[in-house]
């Protein structure tokens, strides 16, 4: 079935470490995004990508870095920079930019704290 | 901020039509009405979107009025797996976040 897979499902992270969470897509879209939602809150937009190869930032990016080496992959570090990483995780993708394009979204990965 | 406002919870009987009211009173004219609900610790599911017509799908319909600024989420002949936060979101045209409000918890009582 075609879908967007999101692993692992659960990460731990101790103090100073990098993390990598991994974001794949079997739909053929162009664009990919990596949200973070906290508990009682809504989404935020933390990255976004509409090509391979290139990427922009979103509302909250600081302490975090992706790449897009490929059209299936949009995988999020999340780096030692970034103070306060607990939340649930998002990826997701839509055929394109256009507002009659919905995003579709992966299961997530939710980030703890050692 | 989110430009929607929603019941922050409703009942609804199993196997009765669940209709879940948003209000987008500042809506312009380049920007969809979208309906995504979350499953708690699952990732937000898609249902249905729509810009002046009402729409149907195999999950939901969508009556959106005439002056496009309130919006009505159908569900027919909801289900306990109905059960689930439902975001009411308007989204500008090329614009690539969703901006998540409140939502409203659906209960379904059996």
């Known amino acids: 079935d075609g879908g967007i897979t999101q692993s692992p499902k659960y990460l731990f992270r101790k103090e100073g470490q990098n993390v990598t969470l991994s974001c794949e897509q079997n739909?053929?879209?162009?664009?990919m995004y990596w949200y973070r939602q906290d508990p009682g809150q809504g989404l935020r937009l933390i990255y976004y990508?509409?090509?391979?190869?290139?990427?922009q930032k979103g509302d909250i990016a600081e302490g975090y870095s992706v790449s897009r080496e490929k059209k299936e992959s949009f995988p999020l570090t999340v780096t030692s920079a970034q103070k306060n990483p607990t939340a649930f995780y998002l990826c997701?993708?839509?055929?394109?930019?256009?507002?009659?394009?919905?995003?579709?979204f992966g299961d997530g990965t939710r980030l703890s704290i050692l | 901020d989110a430009k929607t406002t929603q019941p922050t919870s409703m009942d609804c009987a199993e196997g009765r039509a669940a209709n879940l009211p948003c209000n987008h009173s500042t809506i312009s004219g380049n920007e969809y009405v979208y309906w995504y609900r979350q499953i708690h610790s699952q990732g937000p599911q898609y249902i249905i979107h729509g810009l002046k017509n009402n729409e149907t799908n195999e999950m939901a319909s969508l009556i959106i009025t005439e002056d496009r600024k309130s919006s009505t989420l159908i569900l027919p002949h909801a289900t306990l797996r109905d059960t689930a936060v439902y975001y009411c979101i308007v989204r500008p045209n090329r614009d690539d976040k969703i901006i998540f409000g409140k939502g409203t918890r659906l209960h379904i009582l059996p």
């Open positions: 990508s509409q090509i391979v190869n290139d990427f």
């Open positions: 997701a993708s839509s055929i394109g930019r256009a507002g009659g394009q919905p995003q579709h």
């Open positions: 739909l053929n879209h162009d664009a």
